[in-house]
Nanobody
Framework: QVQLVESGGGLVQAGGSLRLSCAAS????????MRWYRQAPGKQRELVAG???????NYADSVKGRFTISRDNAKNTVYLQMNGLKPEDTAVYYC????????WGQGTQVTVSS
């Protein structure tokens, strides 16, 4: 059983930056994909960014050019660098790891003030 713990959320003004971290209790090297999702109040959870075991990345159109996902297998950690934050980025951000099973973290709140 792998546990994922997100950190790095907080309150930031529009235009600011945050870096989220997702630390896994075990090796992430075997996961097919590591992903960040977010869920805003009253909305469905949506995929923000993903990175494959081979390093390929994908992003939601709404964050392309502003967010960057990366992984450090040695530290068993996935990051989400968020620049140019907008109020509409306000949400709880969740880390997801995909192998034979799906694993989820508890989430970290990101609030962007205008």
């Amino acid at each position: 059983q792998v546990q994922l713990v997100e950190s790095g959320g907080g309150l930031v003004q529009a235009g600011g930056s945050l870096r989220l971290s997702c630390a896994a209790s075990g090796s992430i090297a075997s996961f097919y994909h590591m992903r960040w999702y977010r869920q805003a109040p009253g909305k469905q959870r949506e995929l923000v960014a993903g990175i494959s075991r081979g390093g390929s990345t994908n992003y939601a159109d709404s964050v392309k050019g502003r967010f960057t996902i990366s992984r450090d297998n040695a530290k068993n950690t996935v990051y989400l660098q968020m620049n140019g934050l907008k109020p509409e980025d306000t949400a709880v951000y969740y880390c997801n790891a995909v192998s034979q099973w799906d694993y989820w973290g508890q989430g970290t709140q990101v609030t962007v003030s205008s």
